[in-house]
Each structure stands twice: as structure tokens, then as C-alpha cells.
């Protein structure tokens, strides 16, 4: 018979507002306290220590405008936080500070989440919705060049894009992004040659999140439906469709695959965390404690397999901290 889904290892409270990002920083040089940082709808980034569980710092850079995309860049001092202020910031954390450093505005509107890539030891490229309806823009970091500006094909008509992810197969190799956008798409992107390679349609409804992972060449993808689609990309570099997982319920607001490529969660709108196999898609557990939709799901880089977390934000105000399948 299955074990019984376990409970939360632990629940972070204190934010007062619906949390709609999280990203861990665990590998640090010496032996770091992990930290998480959130999002939230008030405009606050919250760093939170994960021995006390208490909130470290709060940032306030967004105007108490909603933040929705926080990543480190190389360590837990330099933070890149995205808001609905129409503004990407750049933080400097280290020996207590609290500046923002930089900014990019951005002239999109949405809720797409930017996508950072580090190509070289202090160099980034982070691919953003762009003024365009239609456009995703392309810079580099932290000198703000631009790279590429990314327009489909006329009467392409794909609509705004939703999600994005950039990813390259080595270090050396071309950058490469996948796009989800509001006509269900995805498409790859050549970053270097400003061209689309492959577009496939996965979804009815728009894309709402996506992951890939580039060993396997394969790729999920979730919306408002009921479905999963997970899809591959060949050697020729076409997306085709490799499998589709029915849902109990709809609506799929973030996807992850964790880092060692073994399970992947969704966070729900019907308030649940889901875990497959990534291999299979295996259902494996579900994970019901959140009394409002799951926003946003993360989990820990800790080198320690046994000590790695999930992290699920909720618009109930609250995080709940998991410890599961650490042994696989």
C-alpha cells in the first residue's frame, strides 16, 4: 500500500500577501545557512533563513507593486527581481546591504517571468516579454546590450508570450530559448541567429509555465487545462509531442524539474503540489496542505541530496517547506 503524502517539514509565515515567487541559494563556498528568497504580491522580496525560519531581510524595490520573478546571479549576494512596477532590479546583498545596484525598465505589461543564463563568469544573457505584443527581447548582463529582439513570423499570430526558458547544451554552445505563448505554443528559439527553429502547439489555452531538461531533450509544459504535455526535441531540433498526462483538476500555474532530472512538481490552482517521475511521469504524490491556489514551486540546490527541500508559495499568504523523495 502507498505511504500517505507526508505533512510540510516546516511553514514559513509573514509575508501578509500572496507569494508568487521563490528561488533557494544553499551553495555557497563555506558551509552556508540556506536561504529562500519570495516574492510577494505586496512588493516585497523576503530572504528568509531556513535555520530560524524567520524572514532575514526585506527588500522594497518595487513601488508595492507585485514581485514575481526573484534569481540569484552567481551566490545569494547579487539578486535580480522582477515586478509588475515594469521594472527589472539588480541587488547587491553582500555585508548586509539592501541596494539595488541596477535596473532594466521594461516596456511589456504581463506576467512573464524573465529568464536569466549565465554564458561566462560574470556575464549573463536574460531573455524578457518585450513592447512588442508579440516579441520577447534579448540582453546581456550586466552591461544591458541587447542581443536580439525575437519577432514571430507576420500573421504568426502566437500572442503574447507567457513563459520562457533559456538554455544552452555546454558552456560553449549557442543559446538557445523556449517560448510559451498565449495561442499554446512553444517555440525554440536560435538567440544568436534571431530565428525561430521549431514551433509546436501543446496547449488550447496559453502556456502558463514550462521546464526542460536539456540531457534528456525533453521538455513539460502546463495551462489552464487539465493537462501536462511533455515534449522532445530531436536531433534535427523540431519539437514533436512525446506524451500528455491527464489532470484531476485544472490549472497548472508553475512547473519544476528538480535539478538532478529524478521528479518534478506542479504547483495547482486547485491548491495542491503534485510530484512525478520524471522519467516515466509517474504520479507520485500529492501534496495537499495550501487553502488557495499554489502560485509557485521551487526546489533547493543543496549538494547534500538528503538535505534538498521543495518550496510551494500560495496566494494564502503562507510557504510551505517539504522534504520528499530525497533518497532517490
Known sequence: MALPPPDPQFVLRGTSAAVHTLHFSCAGQEPDIPVLFSGSESGFIHVWNLKTHRVDTALDGHGRKSVYCVETMGGKDRLLSQGRDQTICLWDLAEGRTSVTDSVFMEHVGFC????????????????????????????????????????????????????????????????????????????????????????VCHQEPVMSLDFDSEKAKGISGSSEKVLRIWSLNEQQNLQVHRTHELVNAGVSDITIRPDKKILATAGWDHRIRIFGWKKLKPLAVLDYHTATVHCVSFSDHRNPRQRLLAAGSKDHRISVWSIYNET
Open 113 to 200: 517571468r524573465c529568464s536569466l543564463l549565465k554564458v561566462a563568469q560574470g556575464r549573463w544573457l536574460m531573455a524578457m516579454a518585450a513592447k512588442g505584443l508579440e516579441e520577447v527581447q534579448v540582453l546581456e548582463l550586466p552591461s544591458k546590450t541587447s542581443v536580439c529582439t525575437l519577432k514571430p513570423e507576420v500573421g504568426a499570430k502566437l500572442g503574447m508570450p507567457m513563459c520562457l526558458k533559456l538554455w544552452q547544451l555546454n558552456c560553449g554552445s549557442q543559446p538557445l530559448l523556449l517560448a510559451g505563448y498565449e495561442d499554446g505554443s512553444v517555440v525554440l528559439w536560435n538567440v544568436t541567429m534571431g530565428k525561430a527553429l521549431s514551433q509546436l
